[in-house]
Nanobody, 114 residues
Framework: QVQLVESGGGLVQPGGSLRLSCAASARISRFHTMGWYRQAPGKQRELVATTATFGSTMYADSGKGRITISRDSAKNTVDLQMDSLKPEETADYYC????????WGQGTQVTVSS
């Protein structure tokens, strides 16, 4: 059973930065796509960013220019660097890996507040 474990969440002031990390218990090369999603209270889970096996990336429009997803195949991690954070980005952030079936981590909480 593949496990994804997120870390790096916390409280940050508006305009601040956070770096989230997702550690996989298996080689991330087995996932054709890995990504980060978020879910705010009372809202549906939404895409933040994805990265595919051969390096292509995709970002939600709201994060373009401020959010960067990266993968480290040697460490089997996928990181999410978030800059200039906004209060409306407060949410639980989830790591996802797609390999025929989808795998989800348990989530890490991000609170953007002064």
């Amino acid at each position: 059973q593949v496990q994804l474990v997120e870390s790096g969440g916390g409280l940050v002031q508006p305009g601040g930065s956070l770096r989230l990390s997702c550690a996989a218990s298996a080689r991330i090369s087995r996932f054709h796509t890995m990504g980060w999603y978020r879910q705010a209270p009372g809202k549906q889970r939404e895409l933040v960013a994805t990265t595919a096996t051969f390096g292509s990336t995709m970002y939600a429009d709201s994060g373009k220019g401020r959010i960067t997803i990266s993968r480290d195949s040697a460490k089997n991690t996928v990181d999410l660097q978030m800059d200039s954070l906004k209060p409306e980005e407060t949410a639980d952030y989830y790591c996802n890996g797609s390999a025929g079936e989808g795998y989800w981590g348990q989530g890490t909480q991000v609170t953007v507040s002064s």
